[in-house]
């Protein structure tokens, strides 16, 4: 029992320290550390040894280890490599936890890097059978006895985990990045999905295929005359500013306002999804150690960077 905890302890000392590489963007040997402790939980002498470690435990450990990973490998600028790397360190696309899959997939669509992510997701979601409406059963694996339990993880899929991946398929990769609403809808209807999560989906999607028709027909079509007349009223307005330096400086002011919320927006977008990976951070003071949450983390970021642009926009306008 004592050379279990402490193998186990051993373990999430090496995950920590994985997670002190990537806190300190040392991110090839996080990649690699990380790499390095999936290997050896997928091990036979671990993951087949339920006595030694508990399976729990140990998806906790592939889960923490793999959002290194993935995370490591994006900063590194080996972001379409991500599933298929992952593929190799779990075997195949089901073992991955959930998180993970969905952090590197997100990770690929996000960096114009999707090419492969609609079949890795599509061969994910193809293995999972909905059982009484409640919970998904890896194919393949109702005899198990953790399955008949419903608390072996490897083989159990929560409907909320599950439909997480659907969305993320259905919605952010079909219908938003590849444009391919046909399909979503197409998918969604013939896929085993809970009814009534089914149907919010499907009006999601329906509501999504209408705007963008709205919006296809509403392209207006710019003849040389109407460019023209633009062209002229733009002239207009800017003669209107000249000589009047009030009307040059308001104009300056409105810019640089507009310009400065829209990178708060860029850095929002930017920042928020990469602080969303982490759970939380551990910081340790000697004997003592303090969890802080992602949700404040950002929310302290935010408000940095808020009083950042203010004090900005202030010594702008005062000078």
Excluded at 22 to 40: F, P
Excluded at 163 to 176: C, I
Excluded at 194 to 216: A, D, G, M, W
Aim: hydrophobic fraction near 40%; include cysteine; glycine fraction near 6%.
């Amino acid at each position: 029992m004592g050379e279990t905890q402490s193998n186990s302890s051993s373990i999430w000392q090496e995950i920590e320290q994985s997670e002190s590489y990537l806190v300190c963007s040392i991110y090839e040997e996080a990649a690699t550390l990380a790499s390095s402790i999936i290997r050896q939980l997928k091990g036979s002498n671990i993951s087949d040894n339920n006595e030694a470690f508990d399976e729990t435990e140990v998806f906790d450990m592939l889960e923490s280890a793999g959002m290194v990973f993935v995370q490591a490998l994006n900063q590194l600028g080996r972001t379409s490599d991500i599933l298929n790397e992952l593929r190799v360190l779990f075997v195949s696309a089901t073992a991955i936890p959930v998180q993970v899959l969905l952090t590197g997939a997100c990770f690929q669509i996000s960096g114009a890097s999707s090419a492969g992510v609609r079949e890795f997701l599509e061969e994910f979601l193809s293995n999972w059978s909905l059982v009484d409406g409640q919970y998904y059963v890896l194919v393949g694996a109702g005899a198990d006895v953790g399955v008949q339990d419903g608390c072996d993880r490897r083989y159990i899929l929560e409907v909320d985990k599950y439909m997480e991946v659907v969305e993320v398929y259905a919605v952010t990769l079909l219908g938003m990045t590849l444009k391919d609403m046909d399909s979503a809808i197409s998918w969604v209807e013939k896929s085993a999905l809970p009814e009534e999560r089914q149907r919010v989906l499907l009006r999601r999607l329906h509501s999504l295929y209408s705007l963008k028709t709205i919006n296809s027909s509403q392209v207006p079509v710019v003849s040389p005359e109407n460019n023209h007349e633009a062209h002229y009223s733009s002239s207009k307005e800017l003669k209107g500013f000249e000589g009047s330096p009030k009307g040059l400086e308001a104009n300056y002011l409105d810019t640089r306002e507009h310009n400065t919320k829209q990178t708060i927006l860029k850095l929002s977008r930017r920042v928020d999804p990469c602080l969303w990976w982490f759970r939380s951070v551990n910081l340790k003071f000697g004997n003592v150690r303090v969890v802080i949450t992602s949700g404040k983390i950002l929310l302290g970021f935010l408000f940095l960077l808020t009083y950042y642009v203010l004090r900005r926009k202030g010594a702008t306008m005062n000078g």
